[in-house]
C-alpha cells in the first residue's frame, strides 16, 4: 500500500488533481482501516492536516483541519472550559475520519449528533477542486445542505479537508448512577425514564459487566449543580428497583467496572476493548435500529456466548456486539445469525473491527441505511472519474 500524507491542504488538492487525471482510484483514510478485499494500492491520509483555521469561544465556534484527532481537539477547547459534544468510538479518531464514518453515540441522547454541530465544511470535489459550504458561524445557512451530505460519506463522496463545529460549555458536575441487573429487564425502567423525559446526558448499558459474570451494568450520566442533580438522583432512583451507585465523572469504585465517564467525549470503544481484552482482530459490529421500541423485543439473552459481548444505548436504539474471536468462521456464523434478527426489525449494520477478508460485501444489504440509492445516484455525480474508492457504495 502506497500512502500519501499531506503537510498542507494545496499538497492534497494537487495529488488528487493527478489521480483524477490518471483515473488512478485510492482510499481516504484518517487513522482506520477501510473494510474491503478488493481495495485500491494507493490511499491517501489526512493524519497532518492538523492546523487549527479559528477557535472563538465567545461565538462557542472552532475550525480545524480535517487531520486533527480527536482528543486533541477535546483538549483545546477544554481550555475555555468548552467541549464538542461528539461521541468518537475510537480514542484515537481524526476529524475527517469522524465525519466521514458518521460516527455516534451515547451523547446524541440529548446532546444530538454531528448533523446537529457542524456549521461548515472544505472538501475535494470529484473535479479536485476545493468546495467550501456552510459558514463559521451558526446561523449562515445558504445554498444546498453541503456539510450534512459528506456526513457518512465514508471517503466515497470527497475529501474532507477541514470543518467548522459550534461548541457547548462542558458539563457542570457530570455524574452517573451505576447499577447491576441479572437480566435485562432494565429495558422496561428505560422506557419509563424516556417517557418522564428527564434530562440526561447519556446512557449505556454492558454484558457481562467482566468475565465469568451475566451481570448487564447499567449506566445513566447527568450533570448540573447541586439541586439539579439531586433531583435528577431521586427521580432516577425511583424508577429503579436495584441499588444504584452515584459516582462523579473520573471515580472509580471496586464493584463497577468500566465507567465510560468523560472518557465518552474521546473514545469509549477503546476503553471497553482494554476493560474485556479483545484482541486486536475482534469483531465488532453496530446494530442500527428504526426506532428505540425495535429493542423491546429482542431477546438478549439467547444471544449470549462465553466469547460474545455487547454495549447498548437503548433510547439511541444502537446495540455494539463485540465477539472474542478472531476466527473468520466465527466472526461470519455471527453476522449470519443476527441478520435474520435484524430483519425482522429492520435494523442495519455498521462495522467496525474485523478480521482481513471480512468487509462491507459479508454485510450486504444490511449495511445499506435508508436513501442508499441516492447515496450511489450522488457517488455517481460528485466523482465522475471513479477515483474515490469505497466499498459501500458497491454493495
Known sequence: MTVFAPETIEQAQEWVQARISAQEPFCVRGVGRHFSSQEPTTSLESTRLTRTNFFDPDDMVVGVESGMRVNALQGLLSEKDMVLPVNPWFEDSTVGGLLASNDIGPNRLNM?????????????????????????????????????????SLGGLGVITSANFK???????????????????????????????????????????????????????????????????????????????????????????????????????????RFWKLPPAHLHLMALMPTSEALNPMRFETLRTDSLRMAIHPIGGDLHFFLDS??????????????????????????GNAVPGIGYETLGDFAKPPGYSVAKRLKQHLDPAGVFHSAFYDL
Not at 465544511?121 to 445542505?145: F, M
Not at 463497577?256 to 465518552?264: D, N
Not at 478472531?326 to 462495522?351: H, Y
Request: aromatic share 6%.
Open 112 to 152: 444530538g449528533g454531528l448533523r446537529d454541530c457542524i456549521i461548515g465544511i472544505e472538501y475535494l470535489n470529484g473535479q479536485g477542486e476545493r468546495v467550501h459550504a456552510g459558514g463559521k458561524v451558526v446561523k449562515n445557512v445558504t445554498g444546498y445542505d453541503l456539510c450534512r451530505m459528506m456526513l457518512g
Open 167 to 273: 461548541m457547548m460549555p462542558q458539563p457542570v458536575a457530570p455524574h452517573g448512577l451505576y447499577g447491576r441487573f441479572s437480566d435485562s429487564t432494565w429495558l422496561q425502567n428505560v422506557a419509563a425514564l424516556h417517557t418522564g423525559r428527564l434530562p440526561i446526558d447519556w446512557l449505556q448499558a454492558l454484558s457481562p459487566a467482566e468475565s465469568g459474570t451475566s451481570d448487564w451494568l447499567l449506566g445513566i450520566g447527568f450533570s448540573g449543580n447541586k439541586e439539579r442533580r439531586s433531583r435528577l438522583e431521586r427521580e432516577i432512583r425511583a424508577l429503579f428497583e436495584v441499588p444504584l451507585h452515584l459516582l462523579a465523572d473520573g471515580e472509580s469504585h471496586p464493584d463497577l467496572p468500566y465507567l465510560p465517564g468523560s472518557a465518552r467525549f474521546t473514545g469509549w470503544v477503546s476503553g471497553l476493548r
Open 326 to 351: 478472531e476466527e473468520a468462521d466465527s466472526q461470519k456464523a455471527l453476522i449470519n445469525a443476527l441478520q435474520p434478527i435484524l430483519r425482522r426489525v429492520q435494523g442495519k449494520l455498521v462495522l
